[in-house]
């Protein structure tokens, strides 16, 4: 999947936003003012997304493009570098979980 197809996805998202807090090569991805992706623009493209713990280690193994979250909570987030052999539709589903899991946790005032 492609930077641009991803930032469309992620910004399709309801009340997703876009910024570069960070740096100029990190597009960080919010719901309500929480992160629920961060795309990495550099040399070797990657999106770190939040897991639920016990399936983040599952998809660690079973797929060699699923690191544990670079400069994040390990235990919460996974990297996944964007070398093509992550089918697109699954990394769709995984900015839906990461969306869903961050969404979800927000305070009802924000919801």
């Not at 639920?52 to 987030?77: F, Q």
């Not at 699954?90 to 869903?100: G, Q």
Request: hydrophobic share 40%.
């Amino acid at each position: 999947m492609d930077i641009e197809k991803i930032r469309l996805y992620c910004l399709g998202k309801p009340d997703a936003t876009e910024s570069f807090p960070f740096d100029g090569t990190t597009l960080v991805f919010k719901v309500k003012g929480k992160m629920f992706a961060l795309l990495n623009l550099k040399d070797k493209p990657s999106i770190s997304l939040k897991c639920d713990p016990e399936k983040a280690i599952d998809l660690r193994e079973h797929y060699p493009s699923v690191l544990p979250g670079y400069h994040m909570n390990k235990r919460h987030w996974n990297t996944v570098l964007l070398d093509l052999t992550v089918d697109d539709a699954l990394i769709r589903s995984w900015i839906d979980d990461s969306y869903a899991l961050v969404a979800g946790k927000l305070p009802k005032k924000k919801k």
